[in-house]
């Protein structure tokens, strides 16, 4: 339900998924504990050594409005939790019937990585999820 969720926040915003191998390259996310990043064709997926709880991908769109992403999100009928915006970051934190979740976008000269947990994340992943996202860094590739 998460995963859906993301998915029409994406389209409402008029996102759309790009693939671009050159998402790795350059890109440093920070990683908890136990936590472990591995490449997919459409990103990075990360979370405890056991599963992925958070996806990176790529968009080659602008970064949004923290404004444009909270109405995603209340359009989707989603509790809101928790709203971010700082410089070339934002990020959201809401409640579905099923647990907490994130969405969340880094802007970088030449790229936009957008950040999202997935389904299989606990409360407490999320919020590591958001930790990681909003301290994602990108050097020139």
Not at 19 to 47: C, F, K, M, Y
């Amino acid at each position: 339900m998460k995963r859906l969720l993301l998915l029409g926040a994406l389209s409402a915003l008029g996102c759309q998924r790009k693939n671009a191998p050159e998402i790795h390259s350059g890109l440093r996310v920070p990683l908890p504990d136990g936590w472990h990043a591995n490449p997919t064709s459409g990103g990075i997926a990360v979370g405890p050594s056991t599963r992925a709880v958070l996806q990176l991908e790529p968009n080659g769109r602008p970064l949004p409005t923290l404004a444009a992403l909270v109405s995603a999100i209340e359009r989707e009928k989603a509790v809101l939790l928790l709203r971010e915006a700082g410089a070339g970051y934002v990020g959201v934190t809401y409640r579905l019937p099923t647990g907490d979740a994130f969405l969340g976008a880094k802007q970088f000269p030449g790229r936009t990585i957008w950040c999202a947990t997935n389904g299989t994340a606990s409360n407490d992943e999320v919020a590591l999820a958001r930790t990681v996202c909003a301290n994602v860094t990108s050097e020139a590739p």
